[in-house]
């Protein structure tokens, strides 16, 4: 596949993941997926992924993630994102149960695609930033 198409399967990987449509994940994830990232004690593959999200969307109802930048080369996209959310679920992070706090925090992901899947799945966020908007940890300086 070209690398424009590939970056089209993260476009739609990113619309169904902002969307909350976990049913259609089956049409941009593979069979054998492999999230490298993901939370320790959940299931590897779509299912791990889907448990997250719906864990996710119950702490911020609200998470929108803007794609900022996507680069491709080969059969691996890289995803520079935003994350916006507000905390209106329970507690997290050591943040007490709907703190009501905005918090907006930068990633990137790398996809492997195979065939018109996603395959493989690596992402790093920002989570002192996300701590640090919660009230957690003091913010630097301070």
Do not use: C
């Not at 702490?59 to 995803?79: C, F, Q, R, S």
């Not at 695609?113 to 930033?129: N, P, Q």
């Amino acid at each position: 596949m070209s690398t424009e198409a590939n970056k089209e399967i993260v476009r739609r990987y990113r619309a169904i993941y902002n969307a909350g449509n976990l049913d259609t994940l089956e049409e941009v994830l593979a069979a054998d997926f492999i999230p490298h990232n993901l939370m320790a004690g959940l299931p590897l593959g779509i299912e791990g992924i889907k448990i997250l999200q719906q864990g996710t969307m119950a702490t911020w109802p609200d998470m929108h993630v803007t794609t900022d930048d996507l680069i491709a080369e080969g059969d691996k996209v890289v995803e520079r994102w935003t994350q916006t959310m507000t905390h209106t679920g329970g507690a997290v992070f050591g943040a007490p149960a709907n703190s009501g706090k905005i918090v907006r925090v930068t990633g990137m992901s790398i996809y492997r695609i195979v065939d018109g899947k996603i395959v493989e799945h690596w992402a790093e966020m920002d989570f002192h930033t996300v701590l640090t908007q919660l009230g957690v940890l003091p913010a630097p300086g301070s």
